[in-house]
């Protein structure tokens, strides 16, 4: 097990590592800024992700947070200074927007599963960090929100996000009103997979993560790539995609090694390849 910190001052976003079991969990730990995704907290973030799809020994990453609220979206307070520049901060927030849109698109391109665990509300950007997490679950307390068409600013980023994970009329429900869900309508919805006790929410989260991180990292990354491919796709080249995936999953050697431990009624040792 081996442990890590970003946190050199208070002005920049703090975020905690934990490595076990194959397990990689980061917690964004700023609750006195809602965890807002800022630029340094954006920055910090994206490096935890590159150094987890680096390293073979992370095979399941964790996205969590402390505090009531797991991310209030963008730094307002951040956003609003920028309008002191020269252009008004145009460029400012073209780089910010820009930042966030690869840091969301870095987490569906990860070549392992991601999960987020919310224990508090996930409004705005927010809320998009849940929805392009490859899974989530919440607190029974939990709540969620696309808010900004109460203060003049469309959620159109999370809005991307918000729409591969609901149905049509129940994204444009959220990004109209800009009210509050709660975890159960989430779940109906599709935006979250599961709800826990917050007092059961470790156990749950650890073991669920832990019997992903069991199997073959080789197959989750061919599976999860493909995934997100064929779902942009029409349903005859989506079937073509998908065959050819198969053919070529099956020569990998975890697939072998899987066939024949399942035949043989053993558990597969996987070699990740």
């Not at 208070?10 to 934990?18: D, E, G, I, N, S």
């Not at 920055?43 to 969590?64: H, Q, Y």
């Not at 779902?231 to 073509?240: I, N, Q, T, V």
């Amino acid at each position: 097990m081996s442990e890590t910190a970003a946190n050199d001052d208070t002005q920049k976003p703090m975020l905690a590592t934990l490595l076990h079991e194959g397990v990689y969990r980061i917690v964004m730990q700023r609750p006195d800024r809602m965890n807002a995704l800022s630029r340094d907290m954006m920055s910090v973030l994206s490096g935890e992700l590159t150094k987890a799809a680096a390293d073979p020994a992370i095979r399941v990453v964790l996205i969590g947070a402390e505090g009531k609220v797991f991310c209030a979206g963008h730094d307002l307070k951040e956003l609003t200074a920028a309008r002191a520049e020269a252009d008004g901060g145009r460029d400012t927030y073209e780089q910010i927007m820009r930042q966030c849109s690869d840091l969301m698109q870095q987490i569906v391109t990860l070549p392992k599963p991601v999960i987020a665990v919310v224990t508090g509300v996930a409004t705005a950007a927010g809320c998009q960090l849940v929805a392009s997490c490859d899974l989530a679950i919440a607190t029974d307390t939990a709540t969620f929100c696309t808010p900004g068409v109460n203060i003049g600013l469309f959620c159109s980023t999370p809005m991307v996000a918000l729409s591969r994970n609901v149905a049509p009329k129940q994204a444009m429900e959220m990004l109209l009103t800009g009210e509050s869900i709660d975890a159960s309508t989430a779940k109906d919805f599709g935006l979250i997979n599961r709800i826990v006790p917050s007092d059961y929410l470790e156990q749950v989260v650890q073991k669920y993560a832990e019997a992903i991180a069991s199997k073959s990292s080789h197959t989750l990354k061919v599976g999860k790539e493909a995934f997100y491919k064929q779902l942009e796709m029409p349903l005859s080249k989506a079937y073509d995609f998908a065959a050819n995936t198969m053919v070529e999953n099956m020569m990998a050697k975890d697939a072998e090694e899987g066939i024949n431990a399942f035949l043989q009624k053993r558990k597969p040792d996987w070699t990740d390849s």
